[in-house]
């Protein structure tokens, strides 16, 4: 009863106990009437436990203990013999059984093992509540035909359960398959390449444009494709169905633009090794093309900023010379003016050079909390939006008009103040008209620069097509007036 392979084999038959079972309740209905007893059932006996899988007469019962079962004497029994007991009453190893001494009462009891690969699993036995004296060879026989036709049932229904358990993990596994593909925008195809047909999932479908449903062909799909890259298509297609080579390209699609990358291989030849099936998956790759394509062009941009930015730093540097011929002056000058470019160049990387806010661009001279904490300032101006060589050169002017307004004008006297105010003209052109008015300092000596870059300033505009400054230096202070043309908004 213990035997481990028995045990391993019976695994796969027993957790269905009281399941109803047609075939096994026609099987023990039928043993019943050949043997004419009031009960019969087909067994399966565990260690511990036998469960009834037909119970032909005895109700709801659905099992009993192996203890008391009186098929673990026939599966105990050598070869596949039979075991029959004629009175229970006059037999030792059932004199006392439960199912004997109480209901119902077993005088008679005559089982034939189950053999399922080679173990015995349970029986088909009948049970009487009369004695018998003797039973007939040929009943014994069918018993035994009857116990092989329920142990061929209990095989077929074992492997109808494993292919039922791999068919739902199979479409377990498409549906998996299925959503990966779709969450990965992967479109599947498989080629006939005798019919021309494509087999191929929605997305694909999507992916060039084609209809819905219907069979699709390959001339649709080569239709599909930009004209100026069908020809890398058909080469590709080609290559793989002569050489055996991968299929690799990538295309566009004609409707819409959208770039594709596509990958395949013959999965199958016949015998002369002529390619009958073709399978592959295609990608959208449009998203990495543009990022490399805006790649490009940032590094287009950034190369040509890094000119610009030697160019300036170079000009910047010959005129703080001239201004301060000094060495430790020139450090001075030269390191805030070369700051305030670098200051300005993060702003722009921050952002993909794409522009910089006029805020930022006061907040890198004044200080971040110059709105809400003015120190002896006044900032007038709705905020907006500076293209890199205006926030560039607009960073300069303000670098050298607050340090020259720390040094010599407004900002040098406890009661000096610096205004700053600006608006956005339309008309005739668009552009900022930035003005930089400062009062209550010492008295500006007329014509006199008190260390200003004035130079500097009117140049570092000079990227800026029809962009102007006007400086002037007023006994009340220092005046600067800021033009810079604008882009168009956007409609």
């Known amino acids: 009863m213990d035997d481990q392979q028995r045990l391993k084999a019976l695994s796969a038959f027993e957790g ?106 349970g029986s088909l036995c009948v049970l009487s509540t009369t004695p018998r004296e003797k039973v007939d060879p040929q009943m014994l026989a069918q018993l035994g035909d009857l116990a092989g036709i329920a142990a061929a049932l209990f095989a077929l229904k074992d492997e109808a359960r494993v292919r039922a358990r791999t068919a739902a993990a199979l479409m377990r596994e498409e549906w998996r398959h299925a959503l990966t593909l779709e969450a990965g925008k992967v479109g599947s195809w498989v080629w006939d390449i005798r019919t021309g047909e494509i087999a191929c999932n929605e997305t694909f479908r999507r992916m060039y444009d084609l209809p819905e449903t219907g069979v699709i062909l390959m001339e649709q799909v080569l239709e599909a494709t930009h004209p100026v890259d069908r020809a890398v298509v058909e080469a590709g297609i080609a290559a793989s169905l002569s050489d055996g080579v991968d299929y690799n390209a990538e295309a566009r699609v004609a409707r819409t633009g959208r770039w594709l990358t596509m990958r395949g291989r013959v999965y199958q030849r016949d015998t002369e090794g002529k390619p009958l099936i073709m399978m592959g998956a295609s990608t959208d790759i449009s998203e990495s093309k543009h990022t490399a394509e805006q790649t490009r062009l940032l590094l287009r941009e950034l190369n040509h900023r890094v000119k610009n930015t030697l160019a300036m730093i170079q000009s910047v540097a010959r005129q703080t010379i001239r201004q301060n011929p000094d060495p430790q002056e020139f450090i001075d000058a030269f390191s805030g003016r070369l700051r305030t470019i670098s200051e300005a160049h993060v702003l722009l990387a921050d952002r993909d050079w794409s522009g910089v806010q006029l805020y930022e661009v006061i907040a890198a001279q004044l200080g971040p909390n110059f709105l809400s904490q003015p120190d002896h300032a006044e900032v007038v101006g709705d905020d907006i939006m500076l293209p890199a060589d205006h926030a560039l050169g607009l960073g300069l002017i303000l670098h050298e008009l607050t340090t020259n307004a720390h040094r010599y004008g407004a900002w040098s006297s406890e009661d000096g103040v610096v205004s700053i105010s600006w608006d956005v003209k339309t008309t005739p052109v668009r552009g900022l008209a930035l003005k930089w008015r400062e009062r209550g300092g010492p008295e500006v000596a007329e014509k006199q620069e008190y260390g200003l870059g004035a130079r500097l300033i009117e140049r570092s505009l000079a990227k800026v097509l029809d962009s102007a400054v006007t400086l002037q230096f007023r006994p009340e202070g220092v005046t600067a007036d800021v033009w810079l043309p604008l882009p168009v908004e956007a409609a």
Not at 31 to 59: D, K, N, P, W
Not at 64 to 69: D, I, N, V
Request: charged letters at 25%; one cysteine or more.
């Open 16 to 121: 269905h106990e009281g399941e109803p079972d047609v075939d096994f309740d026609r099987l023990s209905r039928a043993v019943a009437h050949i043997f004419e007893t009031e009960f019969a059932l087909v067994t399966v006996v565990g260690a511990e436990r036998q469960s009834f899988r037909a119970c032909f007469g005895m109700g709801d019962m659905t099992g009993t203990s192996t203890e008391t079962s009186f098929c673990a004497h026939t599966i105990s029994l050598p070869d596949d013999d039979a075991l029959v007991v004629l009175d229970t009453h006059q037999d030792d190893r059932f004199r006392d059984n439960s199912l004997v001494t109480t209901w119902p009462f077993i005088r008679f009891y005559a089982g034939a093992p189950i053999v399922v690969k080679g173990q015995k699993i």
